[in-house]
């Protein structure tokens, strides 16, 4: 991924729930963006669209998300 890429998708990755920044931010810093494939980043683009709400009931781990890729990225950002 280019820089500026890199760079877009970080400050997209800024949420109002400060847990929900928190885990982003702690993703990121350890390098969990770069070791994303396309299709893993094609998810990740998609869930930085949902509202925090439900990203935050993803990553508590309350819920699933349906297709495969997504639900690898979200258990890869709760790994984190």
């Given at each position: ?13 800024r949420r ?10 702690k993703f ?47 258990d890869k950002?709760?790994?984190?």
């Open positions: 991924m280019d820089y500026v890429a890199f760079q877009k998708l970080k400050w997209h990755s109002s729930i400060l847990e929900l920044d928190i885990c982003f931010d990121i810093q350890s390098g969990g963006l770069d070791s994303l494939n396309e299709n893993e980043l094609l998810a990740y683009q998609a869930l930085l669209e949902c509202d925090d709400g439900d990203l935050m009931v993803l990553l508590l781990g309350n819920d699933v998300v349906d297709d495969e890729i997504t639900q690898s990225v979200v950002i709760r790994l984190k």
